[in-house]
Nanobody, 126 residues
């Protein structure tokens, strides 16, 4: 079982930056045995993939809409994953969720993930 807690959301102007964190508490398995991902859900929309990272951090994947602006990373010594978001746009406004799946490789499909956090809200004003 893995519990995930996101933080770092807030209100920011377009062009600004935020860094989201996701702290994992895993019983029975170490954090490094999970691939991790970030998803987001805008008002009135479905949840969409943002970024994913392998268990070691050596492999990452990004949605086209965030490539070059967002960076996913993890620190396995701190059981924490991050999402550095730069050059934010109003269309990035959403609730951001972190997710975990047992395995090595980054996954882009929502259905592949086993565990989810409660989300942190990001609002980008124009």
């Amino acid at each position: 079982q893995v519990q995930l807690v996101e933080s770092g959301g807030g209100l920011v102007q377009a062009g600004g930056s935020l860094r989201l964190s996701c702290v994992a508490s895993a019983s029975g398995r170490t954090f490094s045995t999970y691939a991790m991902g970030w998803f987001r859900q805008a008002p009135g929309a479905g949840r969409e993939f943002v970024a994913a990272i392998s268990w070691s951090g050596g492999s990452t994947d990004y949605a086209e809409s965030v490539k070059g602006r967002f960076t996913i990373s993890r620190d396995n010594t701190k059981n924490t994953m991050y999402l550095q978001m730069n050059s934010l746009k109003p269309e990035d406004t959403a609730v951001y969720y972190c997710a975990a799946v047992t395995g090595w490789l980054p996954q882009v499909s929502e259905g592949d993930y086993e565990y989810w956090g409660q989300g942190t809200r990001v609002t980008v004003s124009s």
